[in-house]
């Protein structure tokens, strides 16, 4: 068993996993757990509404993404691997109508050391009116995810409204954490252009280079999840 405060993973078969979400309404929890069954390669995924849970499977080992770094560091190939996982689960989410807000690096399940899933319905957000300047509304007191945007930081009260690709930043400043040991945010003072190109220095000109470069940008409804 896998347990934090806001999920518990249990295995009751060799191969064969149950995921349940402790906090938030069932439909916070099925639309994650969508998200995660349209994410994950395996094809055996369902949800048991009566348990409000997720069952899955995985062939080797689980582990959060926070107690594998404790001992281990992503290759640049597990890195483009967590690039393609979380993007295709925010994409998603997406479609389903919801986003989220950014990532702690224990929300995000490693499974069979190439697959990455974000598990955290808390940071989920329904948003309002998909067009180009669509947002959602934050209503209640919430804590700020680790790996955060310029934005979500600049939030000092309730009610507030923050774009949908918000988090698109988020999932760059992970990869640059788990990628090159550089920390995006130092309290709450966000790093310039001229800084974020001197990170990202050692990657000039590659794909990962400008998947960041499209991540970062300054205006939210300027950043892109494209990795060619």
């Known amino acids: 068993m896998i347990s934090s405060q806001k999920y518990i993973i249990t295995q009751y078969n060799e191969n ?9 309404s069932y439909e ?22 009566e348990k409000q849970e997720l069952h899955f499977q ?5 582990i959060n993404l926070l107690d594998f770094l404790k001992k281990n560091r992503l290759s640049c190939e597990q890195c483009i691997l967590l690039i393609g996982f979380l993007s295709k689960q925010i994409q998603e989410l997406e479609k389903r109508g919801y986003t989220i807000i950014g990532f702690n690096l224990q929300d995000i399940l490693m499974v069979d ?8 319905n808390e940071y989920l957000f329904q948003i309002h009116d998909r ?10 007191p ?10 979500l930081l600049q939030v000092t009260s309730l009610p507030s409204k923050l774009h949908y690709k918000s988090c698109y930043y988020s999932l760059a400043s992970l990869v640059v954490y ?10 709450n003072e966000v790093k310039t252009d001229n800084e974020i190109e001197n990170i990202l220095k050692p990657l000039y ?23 060619i």
């Open 113 to 120: 050391e190439y697959v990455f899933i974000f598990m955290n």
């Open 205 to 227: 000109s590659t794909k990962m280079y400008w998947f960041l470069k499209r991540c970062f940008a300054s205006n939210p409804a300027n950043r892109l999840m494209l990795f």
């Open 142 to 151: 919430f804590q700020k995810p680790y790996f955060s945007s310029p934005e």
């Open 178 to 187: 788990c990628l090159l040991e550089e920390y995006m945010f130092k309290g």
């Open 28 to 49: 916070s929890k099925s639309v994650l757990y969508e998200s995660i069954i349209k994410t994950l390669p395996h094809s055996f995924s369902f949800i048991n509404p």
């Open 16 to 24: 064969q996993f149950t995921l349940f979400l402790k906090n938030g």
């Open 58 to 62: 995985a062939s080797q080992k689980i």
């Open 131 to 140: 067009t180009p300047m669509s947002c959602i509304t934050m209503l209640i």
